[in-house]
C-alpha cells in the first residue's frame, strides 16, 4: 500500500499527474489499485482482480498491483488464471530474481488444477526470498488444495511467525485449521488476528475483520459442541476402563493433526489418570506443537519421573526435554537433563552426543572432548564423534602448536617465528581436509605422491599429513570436480565463481580455487539439495541472528568489543577463571547467540560503565595475543628485589574466585 498512501498525502491541487512523477508509477495505476481494494472490501474478489489485471495492462511493472492481483485471483476462476500467468510469465522475463513472478505462477497453476507445478513455482518464490510473508501464504493454501492439510498448516504457521503482526497471516492460518476440523486452533487463530484489527480503519482491515468474526463465531460453536462430546469424569472404579477410551480419542486426534481437539481430549484424560507416564509422554510433544514450550518441557520432565522403573523410556523423556529446553535457548537447562538422561542409561547415544553438542554450544571444549572420546569408546567407527573430537582440538591448539603443526607439513614460507592470523585458518583448512579423507583421496587420485604427503612418527604410530604442497594438489583436482557438480546443478559457468556459501563467504577465489569456505560446502553437498547462494541471493537473516546483532550492536555502545573464540578460550587459560564467573561482576563479559555459534564481547573501553580495577587487565592480555605474546607465565612467586623477599604472583582467578574481590 506505500504507492497508494504516497498518492494520497500528495496535495489534491498537484492531481494525479504528480502523483506519477513523485510516486514512481502511473497515475492510472494508483487509482487502479485504490479501486480494486474498494471492490475487495465490498466482496467481490472477481470483480477486484479484473480491475488489478486492468491496471496493469498499463503499469505492467506496478509490482505492488500485481501482487495484490495474485492474493484476488479467486479460487474457482481458471479463466482469469490464464490472465494471471500470462503477466507473470512477462514479469520473470524481465525479472528472474523477483519471488513476485514465480508467485503469480503458482497461483495460477493452482486455480488451474496443476498442483505439481504450483508447488514447485511457490518452491522457487520461497528459494529467492525466504523472508516474505506471501510465498508463505501462497504455498500454505497450494498444500492445502493438494489435499496435504497437515502441510498447509505448518507452512502457515512459518508464515505467521515471520509475519506476527500481519492480520491476513492470522486469517489465513485459521480458514486451513478450521477446514481440517481443529475449531480451537482456528479460533485462537481468529482472535490473534481481530486484535490486530483493533485500531485498523483501512478498506482491508474492514474486509478481514468482517470474515475473521464469523470464522470465530463457527469454530467456538464447534468447540463448545466437541467439549460436550467429551464424557466428565465418572467414579473412580470406572476411571481405568474410561482413560483407556479417551487416550485413544486423544490419539487419533493428534494423528489425525487436530492440535487443539486433541489437547482438550488429554486434559479429561488427566483427569482419569493423573500419573500415568504414557500420557504425560505423549502430551508433552502436543505441547511443544502448539508452542507451549514451557508447558512440554514440563511435560516430558514429568514423564521421566514417573518412568523411573523404566530407564530407557526415562532416558528417552529426558533427552527430549534437553532438546526443548535448547529451543528456548537455556542450556544449562538442556546440559541438566541430557546428564539425568545418562544418569537413567549411561550408555545411551543420543544422549551422550546431545550432551556433546550442548557443552560445546557453551563452549565448554574439555568437556565435550571428554564426551566425545567416550562415545568412540562405546562406538569406535563413530565418524562425525571423531570429526568433532579432532576439530575441538584444532580449536584449543596454541599458538606455538599450529606454527610447529605447519613446520612440520612444510607449509609455510621462509623462516617464521610469529603466527599470522591466515596461518591459524591455512591449518584449520588443512586439518579439515585430512579429517574427510584428502590423504586418501590424493592417494588414489595422484600416482606420484612423494612430497604431497608425509609419514609422521609418533608413541601412538604413524600419522600421514598432507604437506603444504599437498593441500594445494587437493584443492586444485577438488576445485574442478566443484565446477563440473555445480554445473549438474544447473548453474553456468560465469555464475559459478561468484557463487557464496550461506553466511556470504565466497566459494571459489580470483584463481578459480575454493576457499577453505568453499571446500567445506562441497565436501557437505548433496545433488538435488542446494547449500549455496547465487550472485543476486541475499544473505539470509535468522531471527537469532538479527537479535545477536542487536545485541551486539547495544553492547558496543556500552564500551564492549567482540573479540574471536580462540582468544575467548585462551583468556581462559590466561585468567585461569570459570566460564560462568566471566560472565559476572566485576569480569562483565558478554555473550550473543546467533543460531551458529556462541558470539563473546568483552568490556574493552577505558572509563565505560562496565571497566573496573579488576578487568582492565583483560583487553591489554587480548592485545599481547593478538601480537603473539601468549605465554603464561608459571612461577608463583616474583623475583626477590634488593634484599626483599619474592611476592606471591596471583592469576586473575583463584580456585574458582576471582582474586582479592569480595563481594
Known amino acids: 500500500m506505500k504507492k497508494y498512501r504516497c498518492l494520497k498525502n500528495l496535495p489534491l491541487a498537484a492531481g494525479l499527474l504528480a502523483a506519477s512523477f513523485f510516486c514512481g508509477v502511473p497515475a492510472r495505476a494508483g487509482q487502479e489499485l485504490e479501486r480494486a481494494h474498494e471492490a475487495a472490501a465490498r466482496g467481490s474478489e472477481s470483480r477486484a482482480f479484473d480491475i488489478a ?11 505492488e498491483l500485481f501482487l495484490y492481483a ?4 479467486p479460487d474457482r476462476s481458471p479463466g482469469r488464471a490464464g490472465a494471471l500467468a500470462s503477466a507473470a510469465a512477462a514479469r520473470l522475463a524481465g525479472k528472474p530474481e523477483d519471488y513476485a513472478g514465480y508467485l503469480g505462477l503458482c497461483k495460477a497453476m493452482r486455480i488451474s488444477g496443476k498442483a505439481a507445478e504450483a508447488v514447485a513455482n511457490c518452491r522457487k518464490a520461497l528459494e529467492t526470498d525466504p523472508t516474505a510473508y506471501p510465498v508463505y501464504r501462497e504455498l500454505g493454501l497450494t498444500y492445502a488444495a493438494a489435499g496435504n492439510p497437515r502441510k498447509a498448516a505448518e ?3 512459518q508464515g505467521v511467525e515471520i509475519s506476527s503482526s500481519s492480520y491476513q497471516a492470522h486469517y489465513h492460518l485459521a480458514k486451513v485449521l478450521e477446514k481440517r476440523g481443529d475449531s480451537t486452533r482456528a479460533a485462537a487463530s481468529y482472535s490473534s488476528g481481530l486484535a490486530l484489527l483493533k485500531n485498523k480503519t483501512s478498506l482491508d482491515a474492514g474486509y478481514y475483520r468482517a470474515m475473521m468474526k464469523a470464522g470465530l463465531k463457527r469454530t467456538s460453536v464447534k468447540k463448545r459442541t466437541a467439549r460436550a462430546r467429551i464424557p466428565k469424569p465418572a467414579p473412580h472404579r470406572e476411571n481405568k476402563e474410561l482413560a483407556a477410551a479417551c487416550m485413544i480419542k486423544f490419539r487419533g486426534e493428534f494423528l489425525n493433526d487436530n492440535l487443539g481437539t486433541a489437547l482438550a481430549a488429554s486434559d479429561t484424560c488427566l483427569d482419569y489418570a493423573p500419573s500415568d507416564p504414557d500420557l504425560a509422554a505423549e502430551r508433552a510433544p502436543l505441547m511443544v506443537r502448539l508452542g507451549k514450550y514451557e508447558e512440554g518441557v514440563a511435560e516430558y520432565e514429568r514423564a521421566a519421573s514417573l518412568y523411573s522403573g523404566n530407564r530407557p523410556a526415562s ?7 534437553a532438546e526443548t529446553w535448547i529451543k528456548l535457548g537455556k542450556q544449562d537447562n538442556a546440559l541438566a537433563q541430557y546428564r539425568l538422561a545418562l544418569k537413567a542409561a549411561p550408555q545411551d547415544m543420543n544422549a551422550l552426543e546431545g550432551l556433546a553438542a550442548a557443552l560445546e554450544a557453551r563452549s565448554d571444549p574439555a568437556g565435550s572432548l571428554e564426551i566425545y572420546e567416550e562415545i568412540l569408546r562405546l562406538e569406535p ?21 599450529i606454527l610447529s603443526e605447519l613446520k612440520l607439513r612444510n607449509a609455510l614460507e621462509g623462516k617464521r617465528t610469529g603466527l599470522l592470523p591466515e596461518d591459524r585458518k591455512l591449518y584449520k583448512a588443512i586439518k579439515a ?3 574427510s579423507g584428502a590423504v586418501d583421496y590424493l592417494k588414489k587420485k595422484v600416482r ?5 604427503i608425509i609419514a609422521h612418527k609418533t608413541d601412538d604410530g604413524t600419522r600421514l599429513l598432507l604437506s603444504g604442497a599437498g593441500y594445494r594438489a587437493y584443492v586444485s583436482r577438488v576445485s574442478r570436480e566443484a565446477v563440473k557438480f555445480f554445473e549438474t546443478e544447473g548453474i553456468g559457468l560465469r555464475e559459478i565463481f561468484k ?3 550461506p553466511a556470504g563467504e565466497q566459494i571459489f577465489d580470483k584463481a578459480g580455487k575454493l576457499t577453505a569456505e568453499g571446500e567445506e560446502l562441497w565436501r557437505k553437498s548433496v545433488p538435488g539439495t542446494k547449500n549455496w547462494l547465487l550472485p543476486y541471493e541475499p544473505v539470509p537473516a535468522s531471527p537469532l541472528a538479527i537479535q545477536a546483532d542487536k545485541d551486539i550492536s547495544e553492547a558496543e555502545k556500552m564500551g564492549y568489543k567482540e573479540i574471536s573464540e580462540p582468544e575467548y578460550l585462551w583468556l581462559l587459560r590466561y585468567t585461569d577463571c570459570p566460564e560462568d564467573l566471566m560472565r559476572t561482576s566485576p569480569l562483565n563479559m558478554k555473550t550473543a547467540n546467533d543460531g551458529i555459534r556462541l558470539r563473546y564481547l568483552l568490556c574493552s573501553v577505558m572509563n565505560a560503565p562496565c571497566m573496573n580495577q579488576i578487568n582492565m587487565s583483560m583487553p591489554l592480555a587480548i592485545d599481547d595475543y593478538r601480537n603473539n605474546k601468549t605465554d603464561i607465565p608459571d612461577t608463583k612467586t616474583s623475583t626477590s628485589f634488593f634484599g626483599t623477599g619474592g611476592i606471591k604472583k596471583h592469576r586473575l582467578c583463584e580456585d574458582g574466585k576471582v582474586w582479592g574481590y569480595e563481594k
Do not use: H, W
Open 381 to 401: 567407527g563413530n565418524k562425525r564423534a571423531r570429526t568433532r573430537k579432532e576439530e575441538i582440538k584444532v580449536a584449543t591448539l596454541t599458538s606455538e602448536q
Open 448 to 452: 606420484y605422491s612423494r612430497g604431497l
Open 155 to 157: 507452512t502457515l504457521a
Open 315 to 321: 532416558a528417552f523423556c529426558r533427552i527430549k526435554a
Open 53 to 63: 489485471m486492468e491496471g496493469l495492462k498499463t503499469a505492467p511493472d506496478d509490482r
Open 70 to 73: 495474485v492474493e484476488l485471483l
Open 433 to 435: 581436509a585430512e579429517i
Open 499 to 501: 557463487l557464496r556459501t
